[in-house]
């Protein structure tokens, strides 16, 4: 059974960097052809795709966030790590990690259960 846990502070102060972790369990982030998306959810909002790094390390962000993401891997931990600088409170959300599949089409199979995060002075 895959099982995915975010980690991280839940309260940064702005113009911080923000840093995250996801620890896969169960499975390997090289495997061929998962992706290993970073997506928040701002408070009343919708899900926000913020980037992803592939089993084979490539990495895509979403265009209004590239300037200030970086996603990277831990191959002999198995995990992902976010990095998101500059942080203001609009950044505040619950920010989730999840693996998608590309086998033909692209979806979702696992999801972790989320970690709050919260940009206060």
């Known amino acids: 059974q895959v099982q995915l846990q975010e980690s991280g502070p839940g309260l940064v102060k702005p113009s911080q960097t923000l840093s995250l972790t996801c620890t896969v369990s169960g499975g390997s982030i090289t495997t061929n052809y998962y992706y290993w998306n970073w997506i928040r959810q701002p408070p009343g909002k919708g899900l926000d795709w913020i980037g992803s790094i592939t089993y084979s390390g490539n990495t895509y962000y979403s265009p209004s966030l590239r300037s200030r993401t970086s996603i990277s891997r831990d191959t002999s931990e198995n995990h992902i790590t976010l990095q998101l600088t500059s942080v203001t409170p609009e950044d505040t959300a619950v920010y989730y990690c999840?693996?998608?599949?590309?086998?033909?089409?692209?979806?979702?199979?696992?999801w972790g259960q989320g970690t709050q995060v919260t940009v206060s002075s």
């Open positions: 999840a693996r998608f599949i590309l086998s033909g089409s692209y979806y979702s199979d696992y």
